[in-house]
Nanobody, 115 residues
C-alpha cells in the first residue's frame, strides 16, 4: 500500500555533508509523522530525527549538525559536520494513513564517513 524510498547516501570524508531524501508513495490519505533512524553494525537502531506537525526532534548525538525537513510526501535530512561514528544505514520512517494506519519503513541507505 505504501512504499518509502531513500536516496542520498554514500561515502564522505569526516567534516563533510550529505543530504538524504525519502519519498513516500502509494495509497496515501495523509502522513502524520516522518523521521530518520540509523543502525550501525553491531548496534541497535536509534532515532536520528523526526518531524511531526512542524515540530522536530533530534537524537542527542546530533547536537545541531543535522536538520530534518519535510515537503509534502518527502522528508529530507541534511547532515553536516559528519563524523566517522555517523557511519550507519539510515532508514526513513513514516506514519501513513492509507487504507489503515501504517507505520512504514524504507529499506535504508548506507552512509559511510571516512576519517
Amino acid at each position: 500500500q505504501v512504499q518509502l524510498v531513500e536516496s542520498g547516501g554514500g561515502l564522505v570524508q569526516a567534516g563533510g555533508s550529505l543530504r538524504l531524501s525519502c519519498v513516500v508513495s502509494g495509497i496515501i490519505r495523509s502522513i502524520d509523522d516522518m523521521g530518520w533512524y540509523r543502525q550501525a553494525p553491531g548496534k541497535q537502531r536509534e532515532l536520528v530525527a523526526t518531524i511531526s506537525g512542524g515540530i522536530t526532534n533530534y537524537g542527542d548525538f546530533v547536537k545541531g549538525r543535522f536538520t530534518i525537513s519535510r515537503d509534502k510526501n518527502t522528508v529530507h535530512l541534511q547532515m553536516n559536520s559528519l563524523k566517522p561514528e555517523d557511519t550507519a544505514v539510515y532508514y526513513c520512517n513514516a506514519l501513513v494513513r492509507s487504507l489503515g494506519l501504517i507505520n512504514s519503513w524504507g529499506k535504508g541507505t548506507l552512509v559511510t564517513v571516512s576519517s
